[in-house]
């Protein structure tokens, strides 16, 4: 069963616009909920990650948005570029930090010109 | 600049081989993991070796092995190459210390079985 899920699929914003994309998780014992960004021909990376004890985590354009009893969390890029096109995975994992991550479908964006 | 390693972007081979895909990791990272990439249905875990010679099945192990005789080095085997196995394989090392740990990821390693 896929723990982790994540909506939409696939997403299209106008340059200048706010992307928005978001994950909804069943196991209460994640504590660790990183988003990655992986461009074509590229494995993922860490984009910006939030644990629990905080309800939102801000770096530049990009904002983690997390409501811990709705188990959802949420990623917000701000003034959305065209080099920010690319695939999004939400994920989720227990323990100290980047372990066994549990991973959402994945989100692709596209950001129109 | 750090680095996972994998040694194919593309690989085609036929049902029934046995495949080999290698990982090499320059972090000195403990933990390793092989992926699974599929459209639709993000990314799976297939193993996770969290030490040399120790390995921990994940969401899909069935069809696949692992190897780990180093610790930078980490190998995914397909023991009877399927079709259903085709896709892009990705894997990962991260540290097990830390609040904030990171996974780095190599650039994927797309098989097609024939």
């Known amino acids: 069963q896929q723990q982790v899920k994540q909506s939409p699929q696939s997403l299209i914003v106008q340059k200048g616009g706010i992307s928005i994309i978001n994950c909804a998780y069943e196991?209460?014992?994640?504590?660790?909920f990183p988003w990655y960004q992986q461009f074509p021909g590229k494995g993922p990376a860490l984009l910006i990650a939030?644990?629990?004890?905080?309800s939102e985590k801000k770096e530049g354009r990009f904002t983690i948005s997390f409501n811990k009893s709705a188990k959802q969390f949420s990623l917000h890029i701000m003034d959305s570029q065209p080099g920010d096109s690319a695939t999004y995975f939400c994920?989720?994992?227990?323990?100290?930090?980047?372990?066994?991550?549990?991973f959402g479908q994945g989100t692709r964006l596209t950001i129109n010109p | 600049d750090v680095k996972v390693t994998q040694s194919s972007r593309y690989l085609v081979k036929r049902t029934g081989e046995k495949v080999f895909l290698e990982c090499v990791q320059d972090?000195?990272?403990?933990?390793m993991f092989w992926y699974r990439q599929d459209p639709g249905l993000g990314l799976r875990l297939i193993y996770f070796?969290?030490?040399?010679?120790?390995?921990e099945k994940g969401d899909i192990p069935e069809g696949y092995s692992v190897s780990r005789e180093k610790k930078e080095r980490f190998s995914l085997i397909l023991e009877s190459a399927s079709t259903n196995q085709t896709s892009m394989y990705l894997c990962?090392?991260?540290?097990?210390?830390?609040?904030?740990?990171?996974?780095?990821f190599g650039q994927g390693t797309r098989l097609t079985v024939v």
């Open positions: 994920a989720a994992s227990k323990g100290q930090g980047a372990q066994k991550l549990v």
């Open positions: 990962a090392s991260s540290s097990p210390g830390g609040v904030d740990t990171e996974a780095f």
């Open positions: 196991n209460t014992a994640f504590d660790y």
């Open positions: 070796s969290y030490d040399v010679k120790m390995k």
């Open positions: 972090m000195d990272h403990e933990n």
């Open positions: 939030i644990r629990p004890d905080v």
